[in-house]
């Protein structure tokens, strides 16, 4: 996809004055040249355009609000100077994977005073045994090279990704919060926990178990009584019986 519609489409109807992030990985430069910007995206402070086919920022408009340029993977051999006036409050610049080759291409990047991590990683720049030691003399300012600093100690995460997860992480917290406060409400109405059983569940059981067995009782004396009654009857019948073959004789 071309550069210029693949930044309409990521806009998504919104006005450029609105974009803080933009993120156009993998599209068509025009020509090596950037294509589709101007200087109404005031507010971008994140601009990604790694794999694209540059070659000149010649054409990169003002980005006074910039902080983080992602440029690696394509073919930026110089112009870097243009850094300084159209984003001059920078603090991390990528350019690894360019055909960058001299010390002198990256001086101009001194003027970037608020520039703290450069990346030149697989850059013929940074094949000398003393690369590392260049740089930071060049660029004094800045505090990460490659991911590392001076120490050879790597770079921590953003503050900002940590404050988005401890966010995240209150966010959750008080949700469950509010989850156990509703539990306990619950509980307060019905005057007894879930899950245990009260002793007027166990009193109301035990009540219910003695009427089953009245009920039991009752019905077991009037099937006895059934039977007496019973017996008494076949008893007359046959007393009737007798007597009738008895005056038979007579």
């Known amino acids: 996809m071309e550069m210029k519609k693949r930044i309409k489409l990521e806009l998504r109807n919104r006005n450029p004055g609105e974009v803080a992030e933009l993120v156009i990985d993998n599209c068509r430069s025009n020509e090596g040249e950037i294509d589709g910007f101007d200087d109404g995206f005031k507010e971008l402070e994140y601009l990604s355009m790694i794999n694209v086919g540059l070659k ?43 055909k960058i080759k001299d010390y002198s291409t990256v001086e101009p990047l001194k003027n970037l005073t608020h520039l703290k991590s450069l990346d030149l990683y697989n850059c013929d720049i940074s094949n000398p045994s003393d690369y590392r030691e260049s740089i930071f003399k060049l660029l004094p300012h800045i505090t990460y090279l490659d991911g590392f600093d001076r120490d050879d100690q790597e770079a921590p995460e953003s503050d900002e990704e940590g404050e988005d997860d401890d966010d995240e992480a209150g966010a959750a917290e008080e949700y469950y919060d509010e989850e156990l406060d509703d539990e306990d409400e619950e509980e307060e109405e019905d005057g007894e926990p879930p899950g245990e059983v009260g002793l007027s569940y166990l009193l109301k059981e035990e009540i219910q178990d003695d009427d089953d067995d009245d009920d039991y009782v009752h019905e077991g004396e009037e099937e006895e009584a059934d039977e007496q009654e019973d017996a008494a009857t076949q008893g007359q019948k046959r007393k009737r019986e007798a007597e009738d073959e008895g005056e038979d004789d007579e």
């Open 56 to 98: 000149s920022l010649a054409k990169l408009p003002n980005l006074h609000k910039l902080l983080k340029l992602e440029l690696s993977d394509n073919s930026i051999s110089g112009g870097l100077e243009l850094l300084t006036e159209k984003c001059p409050n920078l603090v991390y610049l990528n350019l690894s994977s360019n």
